[in-house]
Each structure stands twice: as structure tokens, then as C-alpha cells.
């Protein structure tokens, strides 16, 4: 089945094609020959285009934005209705069913890209909280699942994973991969709780970082696949970035927001950890990264603002230079790239997408 997130190749026709339409008597030479310059004129444009090797497709259309609050209006009503009669574990069963056969037709049928992407996460999270509640009624308030020596963490995203891995083989839609990957990770938490409930808080962001370095390489994997990012891979890598990134963000920085030490030097070792992150990025040329240690960085200059005694306007001060970073890593982008590259080991830069 076609992947319903990436465009579908455009059909092209060949010159020998050509020829056989005009010796066929279906087009004339002359409306041949128009084929073959509207062909050429479009080809330089395309080729002008600003190079980006992050593009996938979101949304085709705004029927795709339009079916997508359709949907959110049905699944919302439809969960009001079956909390009343069935309960949360059945209303959440339902909707993780509903999510399925409307996926049969807007992702197996109609291939559109964002109801697509709506309709696989409403259905990964509604297994995840239909299994957590029918263990645990309370973990469907709140979003509580550490009790019961987090069982119900460990059994739902075991659930969630087989169903997604059926959910992908039936659509093929990239976003299924890393939502299997994040339920797993939901498992692992719940075994840490189970295996070690007193040392589980202290060790959740380690693991929540080691869980990030997995993903992060099994992004890699399926990057260095397709270097040139042409095949449904590269964008089953994206979502996987999109994952991984808060995954280790958030462990290597949040210790650092709020100690007891000195403010400044956390602010210092918080974007110090962002530069890092922000070379990562661009070696692998995956925007994912920064954006998740955005809000990091902009507590860390806030901060250091603060210790300057700018303190009244810290909000759009921060707000002023993170905005220009952002605008000024995009602009640079690929030109930073250029310089970076060459350091790295010949055999890994063949691997990664190439500078432009």
C-alpha cells in the first residue's frame, strides 16, 4: 500500500511514449514537442526550489485539515457517549476501534496524510488507556499508572506495541513506528517501578535517557538507509527524531532547572548541552532536536537575563533571542553543513545526507 504520508511519484511520460502517441496518430508532432518544453520548463523550476531534506507530507489539501476536524468532533462525541454507557475501558476500546475502520477508508482509500496521522495516534493511545484502565480504573484518571507496581504501564505498552505492529502492516503509515517505540518505552518505565519501586524515581531519567538513545538510533538505522531520503524511511526516521529528542532532552537538562546551586552556572551547563544538541542536529540534518531543547535554552538565558539585572524583561528579551537564533541556525543551515561535514569520518559523511 502507498505510504499515505509520502506524495506519490508523478507519472512521467517517456520520449519513446511520445513517439508512439505520434506515430499512433493520438497527438501531432508539434503537440508532442509542447510536451516534451512544458516537461523541460518544469523540471528548472522544481530543480530552483530551496533544498530541504526534511520535507515529508503533513497534509495534501485542506480536505485534509477539514476531515481532521470531522474527525476530532465524531471521536470526541463518540467518547462522551460510550463513558456514559460502557465505562472507560470500553470507551476507550471503542474509540481505538472506530480509529481502525475510519482508517480502512481515509488512510486505505482515500491516502490522506494528516487524518492518517490523527487516526493511528488516537488509536495507539486509545489501546494504551483502554488495557491501563481495565487493569487499573484509577489509571485513566490523571494519568496515574504508577500504582500497582506499574503493571498497568508495563501491560498496555506491551499491548499497544503488538497493536500498532498490526496497525503498520495492515497502512504502512510512518508515525506507527514511532508510536510502538514510544509505548515500549512506556513498558520499560512501568518494569523499572516493578522491579525496583524505591529506586525508580531516582532512576526514571536515566532510563528515560537510555530509552532515548535507542530511538534515537534506531532513527539513525533507518536514516543511513536512505541518505537520500526518497523512500518511506526517511520519514519513519522523522517521527523516530521527533521521539528521541525529548527522550534525552529532557534527562540531561531538567536536573539542571531549579537546583540549589548557582542559577547562572546551570544556565551556562543548559546551553552549553544545547550547542551540543545543536551540532548533533545538524550533522544528521534533523531539526527535531533543537525544538525540543528550545524551552530549555530560553529558561537558561532567562535566567542568566535575571543575573544581569534585567529582570523585567526577561520574557521578551528571551523570547527576542531565541527567535533570532532560530531564524538565523535556518538561514544558515546548510551552510553549516558544509563547514561540519568535511570533520567527520569520510565513511560516516558518505552515509549522511549530503551538503548543499
Not at 212 to 226: C, I, P, T
Not at 310 to 322: E, K, N, S
Request: neutral net charge; aromatic residues 8%; contains cysteine.
Amino acid at each position: 500500500m502507498a505510504n499515505p504520508s509520502t506524495p506519490s511519484d508523478e507519472l512521467a511520460i517517456s520520449p519513446g511514449a511520445l513517439r508512439a502517441a505520434v506515430d499512433s496518430g493520438l497527438v501531432t508532432a508539434d503537440q508532442a514537442q509542447g510536451l516534451r518544453n512544458l516537461e523541460i520548463a518544469r523540471t528548472s523550476t522544481l530543480d530552483a526550489e530551496p533544498h530541504d531534506d526534511e520535507k515529508f507530507r503533513f497534509i495534501s489539501g485542506f480536505s485534509d485539515i477539514f476531515v481532521t476536524i470531522g474527525l476530532g468532533l465524531f471521536l470526541g462525541a463518540l467518547s462522551y457517549f460510550c463513558a456514559e454507557l460502557v465505562g472507560d475501558a470500553g470507551m476507550y476500546g471503542i474509540i481505538a476501534l472506530a480509529s481502525w475502520l475510519l482508517a480502512e477508508y481515509f488512510t486505505g482509500k482515500q491516502r490522506m496524510a494528516l487524518p492518517s496521522i490523527v487516526l493511528l495516534l488516537v488509536f495507539a493511545v486509545a489501546v494504551f488507556m483502554a488495557v491501563a484502565a481495565e487493569i487499573n480504573p484509577a489509571a485513566s484518571v490523571g494519568m496515574d499508572f504508577s500504582n500497582q507496581s506499574g503493571w498497568p504501564l508495563v501491560a498496555a505498552g506491551l499491548v499497544t506495541a503488538g497493536a500498532t505492529a498490526l496497525h503498520y502492516r495492515r497502512f504502512h503509515v510512518p508515525v506507527t513506528i514511532a508510536a510502538g517505540a514510544a509505548s515500549l518505552v512506556a513498558a520499560a518505565i512501568g518494569i523499572l517501578f516493578m522491579v525496583a519501586p524505591d529506586f525508580a524515581t531516582q532512576a526514571a531519567k536515566p532510563l528515560l535517557l537510555a530509552c532515548g538513545l535507542a530511538v534515537f538510533s534506531l532513527a539513525m538505522r533507518f536514516d543511513l538507509s536512505d541518505p537520500l531520503r526518497q523512500t518511506r524511511r526517511t520519514d519513519i526516521a522523522f517521527w523516530l527524531h521527533m521521539l528521541a529528542a525529548p527522550l534525552i532532552v529532557h534527562p540531561l537538562v531538567s536536573g539542571l532547572v531549579g537546583e540549589g546551586g548557582s542559577e547562572a552556572a546551570s544556565a551556562w551547563s543548559i546551553l552549553a548541552i544545547f550547542t551540543a544538541l545543536a551540532f548533533v542536529a545538524l550533522v544528521v540534518d534533523r531539526r527535531a532536536i533543537l525544538v525540543s531543547g528550545l524551552s530549555y535554552a530560553g529558561f537558561a538565558f532567562g535566567s542568566l537575563v535575571v543575573k544581569a539585572g534585567l529582570a523585567d524583561g526577561v520574557v521578551p528579551l528571551t523570547m527576542l533571542v531565541l527567535g533570532a537564533l532560530v531564524l538565523l541556525l535556518s538561514a544558515g543551515w546548510h551552510a553549516l553543513r558544509r563547514a561540519f561535514l568535511p570533520l567527520l569520518p569520510a565513511a560516516l559523511a558518505r552515509r549522511l545526507p549530503a551538503h548543499t
